[in-house]
């Protein structure tokens, strides 16, 4: 089982835990990667918004670059995966717009684009590639204790004709994930609602609030954590998280905490396969993992 892997942006650069903790994963449970060396950032839809032919292009080139390795990508980030898989599903379906983007490919790198290859996350990998059953072998510190609240955030699912893995209205595949590593999985509302990262450059104060909302959703449910597939959603619930307990408590009064660690995919896989903490990079995160981790071990 091997993949190209495409760490996007934010896996290697603003969340370097992310790929700290995926490569330890990986080569626990012996899925072999190779690191896509030419590749770009996906655009996170912004792109696309602005220059539709220019995202199609660079998306296009890192397509191009796997189907030369042979390989299909793996992708650790839910909005790379949104976009870089929606992007491939337009090229392989509208053929008038593939011969465009060629031609521009070709000009600037001398690839083209065929088609050949799937664009998968690193939680449809262990859902659908590795399986449950084979990754339950793997977990020798199963999380018994410990309430899990899943936030899927919106490119992994949506639209669901560009990533058809999970039910975009009632995914199961996180659940799934948090069972198999004997964690408990949280039932709220704000699972597959957006972070309100993508808002922050233009209103701090909705994106702020959207982060109390989907936070204290999952306090109020009795999640011990969250885990999120999703960098960006990882980033705008942790580093946000500050000025939107202050909203909570302006809320719901000064006894109301969110204190709420926010987990990355593969350090909740990695600590259920028994792996440290700090082999994880969990001192990371600015809300502190510590107080998970003492209810865990």
Known sequence: MKYAYYPGCAGKGATPELHQSTMKVLDGLGIEVEELRAFNCCGAGVITEADPDLAYTLNA????????????????????????????????????????INEKLKASTGLSYQGKVKVKHLQWILVKDFGLDALKKFITNPLTDVSIAPFYGCYILRPEASTGFDDWENPQSLEKLIKTVGAYPVEYDDRTKCCGFPVFLENEDISTGMVEKRVGSAKKAGGDAMVTP????????????????????????????????ILHLPQLIGLGMGFSPESLGMKHHLVPTAPLIQKIN
């Open 61 to 100: 080139r890192t397509l191009a670059t796997a189907e030369v390795m042979g390989l299909n990508i793996m992708t650790v980030c839910g909005t790379c995966q949104g976009v870089l898989g929606g992007i491939n599903k337009k090229l392989q379906k509208d053929k008038a717009l593939r011969d465009r």
């Open 230 to 261: 999703c960098p960006l959603c990882h980033m705008g619930l942790d580093i946000k998280q500050d000025n939107a307990e202050k909203i909570h408590r302006e809320k719901e009064g000064p006894s109301q905490n969110l204190n709420m660690p």
